[in-house]
C-alpha cells in the first residue's frame, strides 16, 4: 500500500484542505477499511463463520511524505507489526540544517521562492526530480493508494496504480478528504 500525504504547507492551498488535520489519524482509518475489505472479499465465509477481524492483511507501506518527522509519527502510530518505509531522505537535498529547518517550516512554498532557486538550484531540481521518481516507484509496487485526493501526486500514483492493474486509480485509492470530512 502507497500512502501519501502532505504536511508542510496543505493549509496554503486553501479549499477543502483548511480543514484537515496534520495528524495520521486518517491513515489508521484507511488501513483499518483496506484490511477489512480484503479480508471481506479473500475469505467472506470464513471471516463471518469465526467471526474474526483481527487478521491484518496489509502490513508494508511506502509512505510518501513532505515531512519526514510525519513519516516517523505514522511507523510509531501503526506500530510494530507494520513496515512503515520511506522513499527520498528529504534532508539530503539541503546542504545546511538552516535551510532543511525553513523548508520544515514553509514547505513546497520555501523551494519555489526565488532566493533558494538562486542559492542552490540544484537542490530544487534534485528534490522535484525526487517527488516524480518516488510517485512513479510507489505507483509501481502498491496496490492501493491512501492518499490526498486534492495533491497531484497523490493523484499520480493512483493513476499508475490503476493503469497497472487496468482500472480507474480512484478505484483503487482512499483519499484523506473522504476519510474525514
Not at 484507511?30 to 465465509?45: C, E, G, M, P, S
Not at 509501481?140 to 493513476?159: E, H, P
Request: aromatic residues 10%.
Amino acid at each position: 500500500v502507497a500512502i501519501h500525504f502532505r504536511r508542510t504547507d496543505k493549509k496554503d492551498d486553501w479549499g477543502v484542505t483548511d480543514h484537515l488535520s496534520f495528524s495520521v489519524s486518517f491513515v489508521l482509518i484507511a488501513v483499518a477499511r483496506l484490511n477489512h475489505v480484503k479480508i471481506f472479499i479473500n475469505d467472506t465465509h470464513n471471516s463471518l463463520k469465526n467471526n474474526d477481524t483481527t487478521d491484518l492483511v496489509y502490513r508494508t507501506f511506502l509512505v510518501l511524505s513532505d515531512d519526514p518527522r510525519a513519516i516517523e509519527e505514522l511507523r510509531h502510530d501503526l506500530g510494530p507489526g507494520y513496515q512503515v518505509h520511506g522513499l527520498s531522505d528529504l534532508k539530503a537535498f539541503f546542504k545546511n540544517e538552516t535551510d532543511y529547518n525553513m523548508y520544515l517550516k514553509k514547505g513546497h512554498t520555501f523551494l519555489t521562492n526565488n532566493a533558494m532557486w538562486d542559492k542552490d538550484p540544484q537542490a530544487v531540481q534534485d528534490y522535484d526530480a525526487s517527488v516524480i521518481v518516488d510517485a512513479v516507484a510507489a505507483g509501481l509496487r502498491a496496490d492501493y493508494l491512501i492518499g490526498m485526493g486534492c495533491s497531484g501526486v497523490s493523484q499520480l500514483i493512483g493513476q499508475w496504480i490503476g493503469g497497472r492493474q487496468r482500472t480507474e486509480g480512484n478505484a483503487l485509492s482512499l483519499w484523506q478528504e473522504d476519510l474525514v470530512l
